[in-house]
């Protein structure tokens, strides 16, 4: 039996948004009946201000899977598409109060309705959102790519292979595979391991900056229903700001300053200057 949080079970007995959108203007779907998880999203976008009006899903799948996906709905409605692309599955983890480490794969299937949805609403438009060549299968059983891999690596710290299966069922059948995902694992971590703050590139250093407002941030300023998002990099300046609660709260410059600022410098370059907007 899973140790579910009570936000899990709330949105597994209750789950909110479930159905399908008529005639949607994204759709994003994931997962096979053949793994057990199954995903459909369906958006409906204001194209003026590229706004999620609504959203909703239909899942095949456990407790967690639902409350993923019941909670996402929920995320999402409100931001734009711009800010919507940024959840990570962490996230959606978090505002279930955790999910545990055999289940994140769920959350991870959330994240990637998410993706696969924007990617459909802009190639309807004739925009290539995510170009290059096609994606190295390296889990044939359950058709979990490289990408999806190296993200979940990136995004969760995950460094044993068993997290990686957890996280995205790769190696979780036949376990041919697991060879080559820890060849993934040791790769990834080898070239980062080795990198200042300096070093990286300016993609690297938005998700090294997220990662810490994901993992040190954000789940204590949501126990007041608020949380910190990440604006923009410009050379050593970091814009961020509150979202929910926090964005009326008085204490907002005070936990900006002691809190924000300091895990920020502490996990990049002592000299970053962190910026409220």
Known sequence: MWNYTDKVMEHFKNPKNVGEIE????????????????????????????????????????????ASSSVLTEIIKGKT??????????EIADYLGGLPEQ??????????????????????????????EQEKIICKCFNVSEKTILKAI????????EQVTDYTKAGGNCGQCKGEIEKILNDYWASHSQK????????????????????EI?????EDG????????????????FLGACSSCQLASQTFKEVVEKALRAKGAPDLEIVLV
């Open 23 to 66: 005639n949607p203007d994204a759709v994003g779907e994931v997962g096979s009946i053949v793994c057990g998880d199954v995903l459909k999203l369906t958006l409906k976008i204001n194209p003026a201000d590229q706004t999620i009006e609504d959203a909703k899903f239909k899942t095949f799948g456990c407790a967690s899977a639902i």
């Open 81 to 90: 598409i711009e800010e919507a692309a940024r959840i990570t599955n962490k």
């Open 103 to 132: 289940k994140m794969h769920c959350s991870v299937m959330g994240m990637e309705a998410l993706q696969a949805a924007i990617e459909n609403y802009y190639t309807k438009k004739g925009i290539k959102v995510f170009p290059g």
């Open 154 to 161: 990136e995004l969760n710290g995950l460094k044993t292979v």
């Open 196 to 215: 200042s703050y300096y070093e990286l590139t300016t993609v690297e250093k938005i998700k090294l900056i997220e990662r810490v407002l994901e993992e």
């Open 218 to 222: 954000n789940p204590k300023l949501r």
């Open 226 to 241: 608020g949380w910190l998002e990440l604006i923009d990099l410009d050379g050593k300046t970091v814009k961020v700001r």
